[in-house]
């Protein structure tokens, strides 16, 4: 999901389908659409984001580090490991800070290499 603009968000419970439209800046995680850079190579998009994980909260990754954290809480709320957006945006945050992301993205590069 961006975060420089309103989302819209379809969900469908028990056959019922119901839409909002997620407004990034009713969670403290707006950023203007200027932060993003030009395109990025794979290999710059891998710093980017392991910058992200590790708690990296300098202007530089200010869009990437909210979108991370809109993503997540979405996820989280939808998913029921949350009853609210804003409480997964508490969990993002916090998981950030305690680096669980970059320590999982570890853990699954350590099962790919060899002896």
Same mark, same amino acid.
């Given at each position: ?32 659409? +200027? ?6 190579? &794979?290999? @710059?998009?891998?710093? $980017?984001?392991? *910058?992200? %994980?590790?708690?990296? =909260? ?24 949350? +009853? ?6 508490? &969990?993002? @945050?916090?998981?950030? $800070?305690?680096? *669980?992301? %970059?320590?999982?993205? =570890? ?9």
């Amino acid at each position: 999901m961006p975060v420089h603009r309103g989302s819209f968000v379809f969900t469908i419970k028990n056959g019922e389908i119901d839409s909002f439209i997620l407004k990034p800046e009713e969670y403290g995680l707006y950023a203007e659409e +200027a932060k993003l850079n030009k395109p990025l190579s &794979a290999e @710059e998009q891998a710093e $980017k984001i392991t *910058a992200v %994980l590790a708690g990296d =909260e300098s202007a530089d990754t200010e869009y990437e580090r909210k979108q991370v954290i809109m993503n997540a809480a979405l996820r989280y709320y939808l998913f029921g490991y949350c +009853a609210a957006i804003e409480e997964g945006v508490q &969990a993002a @945050e916090k998981q950030l $800070k305690e680096k *669980a992301g %970059l320590e999982a993205l =570890e853990r699954w590069k350590a099962s790919f290499t060899r002896p």
